[in-house]
């Protein structure tokens, strides 16, 4: 009766065992992709999943440094468990719609992020450009970048003159090329374009006998490097500060004055300068 009774002791014991154990596999945890809009941030991602940020950081750990729009995270959700008798009761209205809310949300929050203006860096507006030897003569004008939203490989250009600034001529100045660019946060970027430049200027090309004066027009060319720094203001703003490397080709250019029968050698550029870029706009 005794062998009995133990056997019958042992038999539950081990059942109970068997049963914690499934429980247990049950209730693995599990993982789903949460993808992070505007505004948040793994605190509130956290919060929202009934998780923490340290679990979230294990499976995403470049999240640890920073996170950004249309990131997509692993989030751990626990597997619940479901008895015989949970399974054949129904689902409530409440539940239901929980349900029915988070996959079409989850569905929007990806067609938004897909096509979020966020997803570009492209900065535009009115730009400064100067020697720091001559920094009250340089050249305005618009300016304008693109890169991919983490940073990469992108382009960029400048349209400018110095009339009224440099000289009363209307001379113009243009850049144009790749920029290479790191997204250090959500609102700030490093990049440095390294463009190609045309500076055109003019010159007197001949002086008659009677005063009369002849110009000449004329292009001279060059390379520039602007490493930068942009910052995002508010939801559109944007200002951007950097330094100009830029090195203009020598171009030589005559001078004749008829009434001393002489020509006077000029020379354009071939001298290499730093400088400053300046520019204030919209992205």
Not at 120 to 144: C, D, Q, R
Not at 153 to 172: A, H, I, K, N, Q
């Amino acid at each position: 009766m005794t062998f009995t009774k133990i056997s019958h002791r042992l038999m539950l014991l081990v059942a109970s065992l068997i049963c914690s154990l499934y429980a247990i596999a049950q209730t693995a945890q599990s993982t789903i992709t949460h993808i992070m809009q505007k505004g948040e941030t793994l605190q509130t991602v956290a919060a929202r999943y009934s998780t923490t940020t340290q679990a979230i950081i294990e499976l995403n750990p470049e999240a640890a440094d920073f996170t950004y729009v249309g990131m997509e995270l692993k989030i751990p959700v626990a597997t619940p468990t479901y008895s015989e008798s949970t399974l054949k009761t129904p689902i409530s209205t409440s539940a239901s719609e929980y349900l029915d809310y988070n996959t079409a949300n989850s569905t929007q929050q990806y067609a938004d992020s897909y096509h979020d203006e966020s997803e570009v860096w492209n900065p535009y507006g009115i730009g400064y450009i100067a020697n720091f030897s001559n920094n009250g003569k340089g050249f305005y004008g618009f300016t304008y970048e693109y890169l991919p939203y983490s940073g990469g490989l992108g382009f960029y250009m400048f349209y400018g003159t110095g009339w009224g600034v440099v000289s009363d001529d209307f001379d113009l100045h243009i850049r144009i090329g790749p920029t290479f660019g790191h997204r250090y946060t959500e609102n700030i970027m490093f990049s440095c374009p390294i463009s190609f430049t045309g500076t055109t200027f003019s010159y007197l090309k001949k002086i008659s006998k009677t005063g009369y004066e002849e110009s000449g027009f004329s292009i001279a060319f060059g390379l520039a490097a602007n490493p930068r720094v942009g910052f995002k203001v508010g939801k559109h703003g944007y200002i951007s500060l950097g330094l100009d490397l830029n090195y203009c080709f020598k171009t030589k250019k005559t001078t004749t004055i008829e009434a001393t029968n002489t020509k006077l050698d000029l020379e354009y550029g071939g001298t290499p300068y730093v400088g400053f870029t300046v520019s204030i706009g919209a992205i």
